[in-house]
């Protein structure tokens, strides 16, 4: 085969990497939009322009082949570059698979040499392959390539972060279809060749179409699945959250609980829990009205949002917010309370619903004394009350 029409084919797999890369890097971009990132894409990217024009030099492989290679190493790459779970990386890596896909059975060799057959675009010596051919079928592929791409920003990319973000433990499902239908396209394409079923026969259209259009289906339904999920966690996470300020609510502490009392059964807890009480809005809603006292909740469980950060943060009661600490946040503590305490300095404003005051306790599980997790909920509750009192000169308001 002629050097410009391997050079064109190289191009072409190379953008078509470059798509589906710049597609799954688009997925984790809340997280890893520096600039080293998109630079070993670019590295990457150069890494599987070489292959291909190796691969195409000395024809190891098929255009399938080839496209299975490439997938590989853009999943690879996803492992390497990104510190998600290795779950959450080959759910990305479906994204490529995705873009695969669509150039396999639509816009690869395929495609070229079913329509080269049927517009009678064979060249004596190199069939379909020519200059011109293939400069056409690569406008039409980078055409639909950026429409795929829009679509899948616009329409799938924010179920794919719901998931990777909130619902990891989901994930593995997902990835069964997309491998199967890899393997079975790959065991079709040899069958299929051996037994003569080649571009320019009456046979090859409709079985590569039935192909694409269980691709299709399938791919419709993980993502729908998606949608759905992500619909499910939503829906969920609400059912789970504080409406005024955002925080998990009683019913998540509650749940969260249950979890504890069994890793404390099972001998692996360690976790301590931040009690925290808004002072004053008894006073602030009589006398400034409930919109003010509101504001004041809402700023609290901002600052706790800022301070306790890596922790998990609650609103338990009216004016009563937990805060768990697990792991290593346990040795924190004391650190953070006092950041906490000095916020509250800081921050103090010229309105009385602006100057938040609030008591603060804490109490860390201790495997000799604590019983239940109540008896740690306890003494943090103690702790808090006992400096509540102090702050507060024994009013009640």
């Known amino acids: 085969m002629p050097i410009e029409i391997i050079l064109l084919w190289t191009l072409t797999n190379t953008v078509n990497f470059a798509f589906a890369g710049f597609a799954a890097g688009k997925t984790l971009n809340k997280k890893y939009s ?28 098929n255009d399938t082949e080839v496209s299975l290679l490439i997938l590989a190493i853009g999943c690879v790459s996803i492992v390497l570059l990104y510190k998600d779970s290795l779950v959450a990386k080959l ?63 616009v329409l799938l990319k924010n179920s794919f972060i719901d998931l990777l973000t909130q619902a990891k433990d989901q994930l593995r499902k997902y990835l069964i279809a997309p491998v199967v239908s890899y393997i079975g396209f790959s065991a079709i394409t040899y069958i299929s060749n051996s037994v003569g079923i080649l571009p320019d026969s009456p046979h090859f259209l409709p079985l590569y179409a039935s192909i694409c259009t269980i691709l299709v289906v399938e791919y419709i339904m993980i993502f729908n699945s998606v949608h759905w999920a992500s619909e499910a966690i939503q829906a969920d996470k609400k059912v789970h959250m504080d409406g005024l300020t955002g925080l998990d609510n009683r019913l998540a502490f509650a749940e969260k609980e249950e979890i504890m009392t069994e890793e404390m059964r099972k001998g692996n807890a360690v976790f301590g829990i931040i009690m925290i009480d808004l002072n004053f809005l008894k006073k602030l ?113």
């Open 34 to 61: 520096n600039a080293r990132t998109y630079l070993s894409w670019t590295g990457i990217a150069l890494v599987v322009f070489a292959l291909s024009f190796f691969i195409y030099k000395v024809s190891i492989l």
């Open 285 to 397: 809603n009589d006398t400034y009205g409930h919109e003010r006292g509101d504001f004041a909740l809402e700023t609290l469980a901002g600052y706790i949002r800022d301070v306790f950060k890596g922790c998990e943060n609650y609103r338990i009661g009216g004016d009563e917010f937990a805060v768990l600490a697990l792991k290593d946040k346990v040795n924190e503590l004391s650190a953070l309370t006092e950041k906490f305490k000095q916020t509250l300095i800081d921050k103090e404003g010229g309105q009385p619903w602006e100057s938040i005051s609030a008591a603060i306790g804490y109490a860390i599980y201790d495997k000799q004394k604590d019983r239940s997790f109540d008896d740690v909920y306890k003494r943090a509750d103690a702790a808090m009350y006992a400096e509540k009192t102090r702050m507060k000169g024994g009013r009640d308001d």
């Open 91 to 153: 759910f990305v890596g479906m994204t490529m698979i995705l873009f695969t896909t669509i150039l396999i059975f639509a816009f690869c060799g395929t495609a070229d040499q079913i329509w080269g057959a049927r517009l009678k675009l064979f060249d004596p010596v190199n069939g379909p392959y020519t200059v011109r051919n293939i400069l056409f079928f690569t406008v039409i592929k980078l055409l639909v390539l950026s429409s795929a791409t829009t679509l899948y920003l």
